[in-house]
């Protein structure tokens, strides 16, 4: 479905509405949206005026690059030495995260990537920090991903669909001559993704990603071409990593088990080993030290980071001293192996970039990221609660797990249910101002439920949704409501849904379910239609989503992915619903909103509808940002009345 055809069903749909008319604002299409509130415009610029810093790697040197926001887009920073100042090295008018330093040049380079307008056809730029030059490396349209240095810092290896604009291929670049990609392993169906090098540079660890509890681990000879599967079960797969002498591959992974376990295959014997099997909990990164001494890991404990290092030679743990309590992400050692970088966040401090000596036991701040002109001593933590639901494990009903913030004072509060996007996600206690701002400004208690389908509670939780259980997870939302209710803080005559992508979803889905048990809804580049998503998404990513949704070829499948899509039944939403939709999202097409303004428009309903030329899946830029919670904060402003 093209953007022509949806400015024709937004333009229909436009002449049915009773709001706001139509109106553009630079990249920014309003439709049935009014003027933001008063309130809103004077108080929530204070809370979105903070900003987060993330580690991204170590300079040879062992100054660390950071990825931070200073204007409109988040871009690389070097940070010379612990709280240091941060010293911006590109100003690109897109959002850069990815910063790779190469392991051994000097002067000093890294590689980063960035895309156009939230398409996600990321190119891969070489930044040279003495001359200050930035050069591109890829062929400026395709899709590129999965960059990795080669430990002599000679070359890269990098997933790209330039061969078809589907396939998932691995190329091997050399990085002084950029003309010099070569195709090494060509993709037969698989989405390949590299994922180490081999320390002699000869072969490169490689992931076949099926879905998330469906993946392969493969070695390929880059010389000739060639891969071999590791002998290894059917299992999800988080992460692979060789060894310091190559003989052996460290991996996190199911194998079939409920959790991603920190595990060691012998390539020699072939017969893995477990490294955690005392933690029943996910790992969720891990990290080798280039000597091969130590690997440190995060495991995801009931939605919290817990760190460990293990010192592989004495077989011991630790527990590191001095870090704060929060989420951690983004692990990487120095090129000594004594610094291990990482980046933590909780839902009362923004993310900053910290480093571990491991020699003194003692942490090392980098950054510390500024909140704002707000009192963050009101800021409330996440509180962890369990609710029971519509089916049993045994005797007992089953029970799912949330993050509840709820405002100070007496209630009943107003509810926002906050949904995740995946479905393969997971809500977590991170850090989030403008959930601050609902609790604390709005009076809003905001619960992010961990519905079925969930990661981070063991591989048959996360498959409880899968094809012709979709709407089981929507259950999981009916049985908050019950909780809700039963609950005197809360105000059950007050609830309000959002989420993004299969977030928005739900959203849909609820209102079409339990439309009369609440106020409306927000729906952020959500699915309206499982059929029409499934034909429109890009096509590099279509297989993937058929193994969790259902394939929409099969008949049967088809007509029961049609039942349950709540654009068929978008006549039943009739409460008030926020729409908003990136017009370049290559993962759910602006098609999947427009199509649903559409139709809820043409039985009646009202919509808002907020649209961004410049962005895709999600709005990224902090102006389009700012402009899209404004008006979520107003449309749940007028909820409250």
Not at 53 to 60: E, G, I, M, V, Y
Not at 160 to 169: E, F, H, M, T
Not at 371 to 400: F, H, N
């Amino acid at each position: 479905m093209n953007i022509r055809y949806i400015a024709l069903l937004l333009a229909c749909a436009t002449t049915l509405a009773s709001a706001q008319p139509r109106q553009e604002i630079g990249n920014l299409v309003l439709d049935g949206v009014p003027a933001h509130s008063a309130r809103v415009a004077a108080t929530l610029d204070n809370w979105l005026a903070g900003r987060s810093a993330s580690f991204r790697d170590f300079l040879p040197d062992g100054s660390m690059l950071i990825s931070t926001r200073f204007g409109d887009a988040e871009q690389i920073h070097r940070v010379e030495r612990p709280l240091a100042a941060r010293e911006q090295i590109t100003f690109e008018a897109e959002p850069i995260s990815l910063a790779l330093a190469n392991p051994t040049a000097a002067p000093a380079q890294f590689l980063y990537a960035r895309d156009r307008g939230g398409d996600e056809n990321a190119q891969l730029y070489l930044h040279d920090l003495q001359t200050r030059s930035t050069r591109l490396l890829t062929d400026g349209k395709s899709r590129h991903g999965g960059a990795l240095w080669s430990r002599d810092g000679r070359f890269l290896a990098y997933q790209s669909n330039a061969r078809n604009g589907i396939n998932q291929d691995v190329y091997v670049l050399e990085v002084a001559n950029s003309t010099s990609a070569r195709l090494v392993v060509s993709s037969q169906g698989q989405t390949w993704q590299p994922l180490d090098w081999s320390p002699d540079g000869t072969r490169l660890l490689l992931l076949d990603y099926r879905s998330v509890t469906d993946a392969d681990l493969h070695i390929a000879d880059i010389a000739k071409g060639t891969t071999a599967r590791l002998p290894l079960p059917k299992s999800g797969i988080g992460g692979a990593r060789f060894s310091a002498d190559g003989r052996g591959v460290w991996f996190s992974a199911d194998l079939g088990e409920e959790f991603l376990q920190l595990r060691y295959l012998d390539l020699a014997d072939t017969k893995p080993r477990t490294l955690t099997a005392d933690l029943p909990w996910d790992i969720d990164d891990f990290e080798v030290d280039p000597s091969g001494r130590y690997i440190a890991y995060v495991a995801n404990v009931d939605g919290y980071s817990r760190l460990e290092l293990r010192d592989l030679g004495s077989n011991t743990t630790r527990r590191p001293s001095g870090l704060p309590a929060g989420l951690i992400s983004n692990l990487r050692f120095d090129a000594r192996g004594t610094q291990l970088g990482l980046t933590i966040e909780s839902a009362t401090s923004p993310r900053d970039a910290w480093s571990y000596d491991i020699d003194k036991d003692a942490a090392l701040r980098w950054t510390r990221s500024e909140s704002g002109p707000v009192d963050t001593q009101r800021w409330q933590a996440a509180e962890l609660v369990r609710y029971p639901t519509w089916d049993r494990l045994g005797k007992q009903p089953r029970q799912i797990p949330a993050f509840v913030y709820t405002p100070r004072g007496n209630g009943p509060h107003p509810v926002v249910i906050d949904i995740h996007g995946g479905p393969e996600g997971q809500s977590r206690p991170g850090y989030s101002p403008y959930i601050q701002y609902l609790v604390n400004e709005l009076g809003y208690a905001v619960i992010q439920p961990n519905v079925r389908g969930s990661t981070g509670y063991g591989r048959t939780f996360t498959q409880l949704d899968n094809g012709r259980l979709r709407e089981d997870s929507v259950r999981d939302i009916g049985a908050l409501l019950v909780w809700i209710a039963a609950n005197p803080q809360f105000d059950a005559k007050r609830v309000v849904v959002m989420g993004g992508s299969y977030g928005g979803y739900m959203v849909l889905a609820s209102l079409v379910h339990y439309g009369d048990r609440l106020r409306g809804g927000i729906d952020v580049v959500g699915i309206s239609n499982f059929v029409t998503f499934l034909n429109n998404t890009s096509g590099y990513r279509r297989d993937l989503r058929r193994a969790e949704y259902g394939d929409e070829r099969d008949p049967s499948m088809r007509a029961f992915l049609q039942r349950i899509s709540p654009l068929n039944r978008a006549e039943t939403i009739r409460k008030p619903l926020l729409v908003v939709q990136g017009l370049n999202d290559p993962r759910v097409p602006a098609s999947e909103s427009a199509q649903l303004v559409a139709r809820v428009r043409g039985s009646g309903g009202e919509v808002w509808y907020l649209a961004a030329k410049d962005e895709g899946h999600g709005f990224r830029k902090k102006a389009n940002r700012d402009f899209y919670l404004k008006t979520a904060a107003t449309f749940l402003e007028k909820l409250k009345e």
